[in-house]
């Protein structure tokens, strides 16, 4: 009588197909996320108004509901942004920002802007302009 040995159990391998390794995510169609990690703090939400906190707090969740089309073709004092230049900005530029980068600006309290850059699907906020002097709004 032979007794053959139990082989090991292991998890399958995930394999991608060729056609899924290089689809490319249209980040368009997807809804955003936000990041607060770089914040300045000189023009951080901390320095706001509890109502200027609780208005951020509820435009990020009424941003969230939509995808970065809606939010691309909405009104720039609604739910969309405008292009902001940096040569317009008043505080250093951080490091992260390369000179390919596009600064956008939401409104979060009534006009107040909250200004930073898009990468893929991610809002990268770095500036609450509370006092509107972070760059002309003329």
Known sequence: MTFRRAQPTQGKKLSLSKSADTARIDYNRERPTFCLRFVDSS??????????????????????????????????????????????????????????????AFRFSGKKPMVGYRMDGMFHIVWFDCNFDLYDHS
């Open 43 to 104: 023009y951080c939400i901390t320095s706001c108004s509890h109502e200027d906190k609780a208005a951020f707090a509820d435009k990020l969740r009424r941003m969230s509901l939509l995808t970065w089309n809606e939010l691309i073709n909405a009104p720039r004092h609604g739910m969309g942004f405008e292009t902001i230049r940096r040569s317009e900005i008043r505080r250093p530029m951080p490091v992260q920002i390369t000179e390919d980068v596009t600064l956008i």
